[in-house]
């Protein structure tokens, strides 16, 4: 198969960032995606619905001409949202969901909750309302190992969450590990999961690959191999509680290459060439659609897009580098090529 038809997908996790970086980041996830779940993640954080509507104002500011991307908002989670401010969130069309950072977890997380137990009437306003909470599933304790800390979280706290909430429509974001994969497919059906393009390209060695690469340094971190290969099993396997989410997270160069390097790696510019040389490798263009464009708005209650896209296989160029807010910003597989090359309208 060298060409792939698919109805318009969706990306269910992304960062676009604020102000100048909006510049960047908009016409990328515009090009490929219909819709996207826009993470909270600024600073201060999208906390409230007003924060979340002018955030989204902004956004739209930034399409490129005739463009239709809606972005999708969600609320950030902290140890002081209130019930009815989550009222007020379901009560907007805009605003899908709410998003759960552990205190510390990674990028901007420092406003993120220490205490969930004290939110069990939040989550259950959202149960109530179908608003959906999106988790970010690490432990935060220092003594747990950086490559162990979703596994940890999956038993310390997603369990307890869902236990004491079965009603809430939970999504596991960027599972990055076998056992997380284990988890979600366990769960009942209101547990679903969202992978990454370069979780399903990359392993941990990709880091360390001839030297330190600070671009291949995201949160989760990347996992073994065998890691890589569960990933792809479910991506690939047509089970609806697997859809996408590319977390594509930029960052300046600056704020990359540093002694303390951000976390975060870059693909909105060319996701969907990432994820179908992946599901390629795997010989499973068939469920490409379902993945991308089908499980997510199902989970959601949204209806699927009507447009449709096309990949053909064909090398497409990556720039080395995009600019970003008064920097640079490197693309996953910069100054490389895709294999893959999305055409618009398919
Ligand atoms: C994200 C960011 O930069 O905001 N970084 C990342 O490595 N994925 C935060 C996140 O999603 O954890
Ligand atoms: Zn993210």
């Not at 310390?156 to 939970?170: D, N, T």
Request: glycine share 6%.
């Amino acid at each position: 198969m060298d060409r792939i038809t698919i109805t318009r997908p969706d990306d269910w996790h992304i960062h676009l960032r604020d102000g100048e970086h909006l510049v960047t980041t908009v016409p990328h996830v515009a090009r490929q995606f219909a819709r996207a779940i826009v993470m909270p993640n600024l600073k201060p954080p999208v906390a409230t619905v007003d924060d979340a509507i002018a955030y989204r104002d902004r956004i739209l500011a930034a399409r490129p001409a005739g463009s239709r991307f809606r972005p999708l908002l969600t609320l950030y989670l902290t140890d002081r949202t209130t019930a009815e401010e989550i009222e007020r969130a379901a009560a907007c069309p805009d605003v899908v969901a709410v998003k759960l950072y552990p205190a510390g977890a990674t990028t901007n997380s420092d406003r993120g909750v220490a205490d969930l137990r004290g939110l069990a009437p939040v989550l259950e306003v959202m149960a109530q309302t179908d608003l959906l909470l999106l988790v970010h599933g690490e432990v935060t304790d220092p003594e747990v190992d950086v490559f162990d800390r979703e596994a940890v979280f999956l038993e310390r706290e997603l369990a307890p969450i869902l236990e004491r909430h079965p009603q809430l429509h939970v999504v596991l974001e960027h599972i990055t590990t076998e056992q997380a994969v284990a988890f979600v497919r366990a769960g009942g059906p209101n547990l679903a999961a969202t992978i990454t393009a370069h979780h399903l390209l990359l392993n941990r060695n990709a880091m360390f690959q001839g030297g330190l690469s600070p671009h291949a340094y995201c949160l989760p971190v990347l996992k073994r191999e065998r890691h890589r290969q569960a990933l792809l099993g479910a991506a690939c396997s047509g089970e609806p509680k697997f859809f996408l989410g590319t977390d594509s997270a930029p960052h300046r160069r600056t704020d990359k290459v540093s002694d303390c390097g951000c976390a975060g790696i870059y693909t909105a510019h060319a996701a969907m060439e990432f994820y179908a040389e992946a599901f390629d490798s795997m010989g499973a263009l068939e469920y490409l659609e379902g993945f991308a464009s089908q499980f997510g708005p199902d989970f959601y209650g949204l209806p699927r897009n009507r447009e449709t896209i096309s990949l053909v296989r064909r090398p497409s160029p990556v720039p080395a580098s995009y600019p970003l807010a008064g920097s640079q910003l490197v693309p996953m597989r910069g100054g490389e090529t895709t294999q893959w090359q999305l055409v618009a309208p398919g």
